[in-house]
């Protein structure tokens, strides 16, 4: 079974402009979550959906966005990029409403200039 | 703030040698505690996990310790070898917090030969 897919894998954006990353699930998963990777913060929860529906975000800006399709697949949206907002963005999925499992993907290293 | 604090945050250890990581936390709510281990370019992979209903699990080198009185828990890997060279994060999370994974700072692991 494939693991969870990300595109762009690289991704340089500049100060200013919206970038849209996409994840696609682990054939069967509902669930899907994303993270931003930092040297200095760490490993941080964006948000999750299931079902179409938000049902959890993290204490990041509003300029912070995502969404998830009929099929599972999800893609995150961050508008007017700051230079802090260079990172590794993670997706990860899980099979269905209350598993605790989380599978993660490679993830799309994003640079701002 | 940090949820789950992580120690140490890097670690040298002989192959044949045992490493141990270390992780504490807070919220008496976490009810599920993953260890995910990272190579340079990938994505976290899970490697093992706990629940607080039981107090150690091991899965081939690896092994859980999990103390619920004193809120920390831990990873052994016995007989270290230079592949398990990486980085490895703790993790909590609860049903309570809609299973988003709250993640220690990570421990940098070199197994030298």
């Known amino acids: 079974k494939a693991g969870v897919t990300q595109t762009p894998r690289y991704l340089i954006k500049t100060r200013g402009q919206q970038v849209t990353l996409s994840c696609s699930p682990i054939?069967?998963?509902?669930?899907v979550s994303w993270y931003q990777q930092t040297p200095g913060q760490g490993l941080q929860f964006l948000f999750e959906?299931?079902?179409?529906?938000?049902?959890n975000k993290g204490n990041f800006p509003g300029r912070f966005s995502g969404r998830q399709f009929s099929n599972s697949r999800s893609e995150m949206n961050v508008s007017t990029l700051e230079l802090g907002d260079s990172a590794l963005y993670l997706c990860?999925?899980?099979?269905?409403?209350?598993?605790?499992?989380?599978?993660f993907g490679p993830g799309t290293r994003l640079t701002v200039t | 703030q940090q949820q789950v604090k992580q120690s140490p945050q890097s670690l040298i250890v002989q192959k044949g040698g045992i490493s141990i990581i270390n992780c504490a936390y807070e919220?008496?709510?976490?009810?599920?505690f993953p260890w995910y281990q990272q190579f340079p370019g990938k994505g976290p992979a899970l490697l093992i996990a706990?629940?607080?209903?039981?107090s150690e699990k091991k899965e081939g080198r690896f092994t859980i310790s999990f103390n619920k009185s004193a809120k920390q828990f831990s990873l052994h890997i016995m007989d270290s070898q230079p592949g398990d060279s990486a980085t490895y994060f703790c993790?909590?999370?609860?049903?309570?917090?809609?299973?988003?994974?709250?993640f220690g700072k990570g421990t940098s692991l070199l197994v030298t030969p």
């Open positions: 054939s069967g998963h509902r669930s």
């Open positions: 990860a999925s899980s099979f269905r409403d209350g598993a605790y499992e989380q599978y």
């Open positions: 959906y299931f079902s179409e529906t938000q049902r």
């Open positions: 706990i629940r607080p209903d039981v």
């Open positions: 993790a909590a999370t609860s049903s309570n917090s809609g299973y988003a994974l709250n």
């Open positions: 919220n008496t709510a976490f009810d599920y």
